[in-house]
């Protein structure tokens, strides 16, 4: 059982920056899909970026352009880098992970990291 552990989410201004971290339990090994996902109040969550394991990312449409997502498999991390932040980037943002199994795929959550843009 992959245990995540978000960090870094806080206040920000518009405009203004964060970068969120998300340390797994263990290697991230094999096939895998690492995301962030993000749900406001009132709203379904959805992805907001993921990364594979041959680095192929995908970005929603709203934050294109002004998120990063990376990882460091050495340190078993992954990490959005978040510009020009925006009310509307105001949510819970989740990190996951997605495996395959022979069947299915798994998903594993964290427990969640709040980003609030506000002035």
């Known amino acids: 059982q992959v245990q995540l552990v978000e960090s870094g989410g806080g206040l920000v201004q518009p405009g203004g920056s964060l970068t969120l971290s998300c340390v797994a339990s263990?290697?991230?090994?094999?096939?895998?899909?690492m995301g962030w996902y993000r749900q406001a109040p009132g709203k379904l969550r959805e992805l907001v970026a993921s990364?594979?394991?041959?680095?192929?990312?995908r970005y929603a449409a709203s934050v294109r352009g002004r998120f990063t997502i990376s990882k460091d498999s050495a340190k078993n991390t992954v990490y959005l880098r978040m510009n020009s932040l925006k009310l509307e980037d105001t949510a819970v943002y989740f990190c996951n992970v997605r495996r395959p199994t022979s069947t299915t795929w798994n998903d594993y959550w964290g427990q969640g990291t709040q980003v609030t843009v506000s002035s």
């Open positions: 990364i594979t394991n041959i680095d192929s990312t």
């Open positions: 263990e290697s991230i090994s094999g096939i895998y899909v």
